[in-house]
Each structure stands twice: as structure tokens, then as C-alpha cells.
């Protein structure tokens, strides 16, 4: 059974920093894009970053860029979201998941939710302003 588990969201100050976690089970990286979105309040969902499981490539949404840095632990079957100089405009729910279409990360089209699958439940993320 696959699953998707995520952690390390929580309560930070603006200007802080946390890594949030993407713990794969029953599956493994390589060959799929793993992509980290979130979802405010009253707004749809939004594609955050991915990484290539076959080339390690990475993707930015353009108001995360220099901020945010997204790694991966084949080893461990972990994807990493660094998010740091919080903005309290990144208040969400952080939910990772993996593309069943593409294997690596290159523009914006890679971020279509609806080509992921394995969503986990996600983990808030709260910045005090």
C-alpha cells in the first residue's frame, strides 16, 4: 500500500524557516516527480515545487523562488520541502503527492494536480506577522 505521510509544519514567526518532510511508504522515487503543493484558506490549491525522480529536476512557483528548496533522500524514500523567510502569505496546508505522468520537473505544466496521486494529509504551516 502506498502512502504519503508529511510533517514538520507548525507555528513561525515571519522571516523564519522549517523543513517539511515527505515520507514515501510501498514506493519508490525514482522514475516519478514528486511535487509539494498547498492550499490557504478559501483558495484553491497551488503547485509549490517538484523534483525529478529520474533526473533530480526541480521546479519553482515564482513566489517561492530563493526561499524554498526542495530535496530528496532516495535512501530514506523522503522528498524535503526547506521553506525559509516565511511570508505570512505562505500560511497553508503543505500536501506532497506523486506524479504518475511525468518523471521529471521542468516548467509550470509539471504542477497539473490532477496528474498527482498519493496525496497525504498534509501538514500546516502558520506565519505570525
Known amino acids: 500500500q502506498v502512502q504519503f505521510v508529511e510533517s514538520g509544519g507548525g507555528l513561525v514567526q515571519s522571516g523564519g524557516s522549517l523543513r517539511l518532510s515527505c515520507a514515501a511508504s510501498?514506493?519508490?522515487?525514482?522514475?516519478?516527480?514528486i511535487g509539494w503543493f498547498r492550499q490557504a484558506p478559501g483558495k484553491e490549491r497551488e503547485g509549490v515545487s517538484c523534483i525529478g525522480g529520474s533526473d533530480g529536476s526541480t521546479y519553482y512557483t515564482d513566489s517561492v523562488k530563493g526561499r524554498f528548496t526542495i530535496s530528496r533522500d532516495k535512501a530514506k524514500a523522503t522528498v524535503y520541502l526547506q521553506v525559509e523567510n516565511l511570508k505570512p502569505e505562505d500560511t497553508a496546508v503543505y500536501s506532497c503527492a506523486a506524479n504518475l505522468m511525468r518523471s521529471s520537473c521542468s516548467s509550470r505544466t509539471t504542477m497539473r494536480s490532477y496528474e498527482y496521486d498519493y496525496w497525504g494529509q498534509g501538514t500546516q504551516v502558520t506565519v505570525s506577522s
Open positions: 510501498g514506493f519508490f522515487l525514482d522514475g516519478y516527480a
